[in-house]
Protein backbone atom coordinates (compact mmCIF):
# COMPACT_ATOMS: atom_id res chain seq x y z
CA UNK A 1 0.00 0.00 0.00
CA UNK A 2 0.84 3.50 -0.82
CA UNK A 3 0.58 6.75 2.14
CA UNK A 4 -1.33 9.17 1.25
CA UNK A 5 -0.29 11.87 -1.09
CA UNK A 6 3.69 11.11 -0.25
CA UNK A 7 5.28 9.59 -3.39
CA UNK A 8 7.63 6.68 -3.65
CA UNK A 9 6.37 6.11 0.47
CA UNK A 10 4.91 2.39 1.12
CA UNK A 11 2.96 1.01 3.95
CA UNK A 12 3.53 -2.36 5.08
CA UNK A 13 3.42 -4.53 8.02
CA UNK A 14 6.67 -4.95 9.87
CA UNK A 15 6.77 -8.76 10.07
CA UNK A 16 6.60 -8.63 6.10
CA UNK A 17 10.57 -7.11 6.12
CA UNK A 18 12.09 -10.45 6.93
CA UNK A 19 14.45 -10.71 3.68
CA UNK A 20 18.14 -8.92 3.76
CA UNK A 21 16.95 -7.00 0.01
CA UNK A 22 13.90 -5.80 -0.45
CA UNK A 23 12.04 -4.73 -3.05
CA UNK A 24 8.90 -3.11 -4.85
CA UNK A 25 7.70 -3.87 -8.09
CA UNK A 26 11.53 -4.77 -9.19
CA UNK A 27 13.26 -1.71 -7.31
CA UNK A 28 15.48 -1.87 -4.24
CA UNK A 29 13.40 -0.57 -0.87
CA UNK A 30 14.51 1.45 1.61
CA UNK A 31 13.28 1.15 5.22
CA UNK A 32 12.51 4.62 6.74
CA UNK A 33 10.68 3.79 10.01
CA UNK A 34 9.57 0.87 11.52
CA UNK A 35 7.40 0.18 14.70
CA UNK A 36 7.83 -3.98 15.67
CA UNK A 37 5.34 -2.66 18.57
CA UNK A 38 2.45 -1.87 16.48
CA UNK A 39 3.66 -4.34 13.19
CA UNK A 40 4.42 -1.09 10.80
CA UNK A 41 7.02 0.00 8.58
CA UNK A 42 7.28 2.40 5.92
CA UNK A 43 9.51 1.99 2.84
CA UNK A 44 10.75 4.14 0.78
CA UNK A 45 11.49 3.61 -3.45
CA UNK A 46 13.71 6.65 -5.14
CA UNK A 47 11.72 6.55 -8.55
CA UNK A 48 9.06 4.00 -8.44
CA UNK A 49 5.87 5.73 -7.48
CA UNK A 50 2.52 3.77 -6.16
CA UNK A 51 0.12 3.11 -9.47
CA UNK A 52 -2.48 5.09 -6.69
CA UNK A 53 -2.40 7.32 -4.23
CA UNK A 54 -4.19 5.81 -0.81
CA UNK A 55 -6.04 8.14 1.54
CA UNK A 56 -5.54 7.65 5.46
CA UNK A 57 -9.28 7.78 6.83
CA UNK A 58 -10.29 10.49 8.99
CA UNK A 59 -12.84 8.36 10.65
CA UNK A 60 -12.60 5.39 12.91
CA UNK A 61 -14.02 2.46 11.48
CA UNK A 62 -17.44 1.46 12.71
CA UNK A 63 -18.92 -2.13 13.29
CA UNK A 64 -20.16 -3.22 9.65
CA UNK A 65 -18.30 -0.97 8.05
CA UNK A 66 -17.48 -2.31 4.46
CA UNK A 67 -13.91 -3.08 4.10
CA UNK A 68 -11.98 -4.28 0.85
CA UNK A 69 -8.18 -5.82 1.00
CA UNK A 70 -5.90 -6.40 -2.12
CA UNK A 71 -2.67 -8.51 -1.64
CA UNK A 72 -0.65 -11.14 -3.09
CA UNK A 73 -1.45 -14.30 -0.98
CA UNK A 74 0.64 -17.69 -1.83
CA UNK A 75 2.05 -16.21 -4.67
CA UNK A 76 -1.13 -15.30 -6.49
CA UNK A 77 -2.24 -11.78 -7.15
CA UNK A 78 -3.41 -9.29 -7.04
CA UNK A 79 -6.80 -10.69 -5.00
CA UNK A 80 -9.12 -8.61 -3.98
CA UNK A 81 -11.94 -9.88 -1.31
CA UNK A 82 -14.30 -8.09 0.57
CA UNK A 83 -15.99 -8.44 4.04
CA UNK A 84 -17.02 -6.23 6.85
CA UNK A 85 -15.49 -4.59 10.20
CA UNK A 86 -16.77 -6.83 13.17
CA UNK A 87 -14.65 -5.51 16.00
CA UNK A 88 -12.75 -1.63 15.31
CA UNK A 89 -10.55 -2.15 18.52
CA UNK A 90 -10.18 -6.19 20.31
CA UNK A 91 -7.20 -6.95 22.41
CA UNK A 92 -5.99 -9.99 21.75
CA UNK A 93 -4.00 -11.55 25.11
CA UNK A 94 -2.00 -14.32 22.62
CA UNK A 95 -0.38 -11.55 20.55
CA UNK A 96 -0.29 -8.73 23.71
CA UNK A 97 -1.92 -6.51 21.37
CA UNK A 98 -5.30 -4.96 19.92
CA UNK A 99 -6.32 -5.46 16.36
CA UNK A 100 -9.07 -4.19 14.42
CA UNK A 101 -11.36 -8.00 13.55
CA UNK A 102 -13.05 -8.35 9.93
CA UNK A 103 -14.72 -11.29 8.70
CA UNK A 104 -12.29 -10.68 5.58
CA UNK A 105 -10.81 -13.67 3.80
CA UNK A 106 -6.82 -13.70 3.82
CA UNK A 107 -4.27 -16.00 3.59
CA UNK A 108 -0.81 -16.42 4.09
CA UNK A 109 0.62 -13.73 2.19
CA UNK A 110 -1.92 -10.95 2.67
CA UNK A 111 0.17 -9.80 5.45
CA UNK A 112 1.05 -5.51 5.17
CA UNK A 113 -2.34 -4.78 2.20
CA UNK A 114 -3.78 -1.70 3.08
CA UNK A 115 -7.31 -2.52 4.50
CA UNK A 116 -10.35 0.71 2.84
CA UNK A 117 -13.08 1.44 3.63
CA UNK A 118 -15.98 2.27 1.17
CA UNK A 119 -14.46 5.51 0.20
CA UNK A 120 -11.16 3.91 -0.83
CA UNK A 121 -9.32 5.29 2.44
CA UNK A 122 -7.03 3.03 4.48
CA UNK A 123 -8.59 2.27 7.61
CA UNK A 124 -5.95 -0.83 8.21
CA UNK A 125 -3.00 -2.70 7.60
CA UNK A 126 -3.58 -6.92 7.34
CA UNK A 127 -1.44 -8.43 9.88
CA UNK A 128 -2.86 -11.85 10.84
CA UNK A 129 -5.31 -14.21 10.01
CA UNK A 130 -7.37 -16.28 12.81
CA UNK A 131 -6.74 -19.80 11.46
CA UNK A 132 -5.57 -23.22 12.97
CA UNK A 133 -4.00 -24.19 10.00
CA UNK A 134 -2.32 -20.46 9.69
CA UNK A 135 -2.95 -20.28 5.96
CA UNK A 136 -6.34 -18.80 4.95
CA UNK A 137 -9.59 -17.78 7.26
CA UNK A 138 -12.60 -15.34 6.88
CA UNK A 139 -11.72 -13.92 10.14
CA UNK A 140 -8.61 -10.82 10.03
CA UNK A 141 -7.02 -8.78 11.70
CA UNK A 142 -5.28 -5.37 11.29
CA UNK A 143 -3.45 -2.60 12.79
CA UNK A 144 -6.05 -0.39 14.70
CA UNK A 145 -6.81 2.86 13.07
CA UNK A 146 -5.20 4.70 16.24
CA UNK A 147 -2.08 2.60 16.05
CA UNK A 148 -2.14 3.16 12.37
CA UNK A 149 -2.66 7.07 12.63
CA UNK A 150 0.22 7.31 15.80
CA UNK A 151 2.77 6.23 13.47
CA UNK A 152 1.94 7.76 10.31
CA UNK A 153 1.89 11.22 12.58
CA UNK A 154 5.27 12.17 11.92
CA UNK A 155 4.47 11.94 7.69
CA UNK A 156 1.67 13.45 7.25
Not at 129 to 154: E, H, K, M, N, W
Amino acid sequence: GAISQIKHLWLTAAHCLTVPDLWIDGEPALVVAVSQEKDLAILYTPTLEPHRLLKISKNNPSYQDKVEAAGFPMGLGPVVTRGEVLLAYAPVPEMGKQYIIMNLLSCKGNSGSPVVNSKGEVISVLQIIFSRDDVCSSLSGGVTYQDLIQFLAPFR
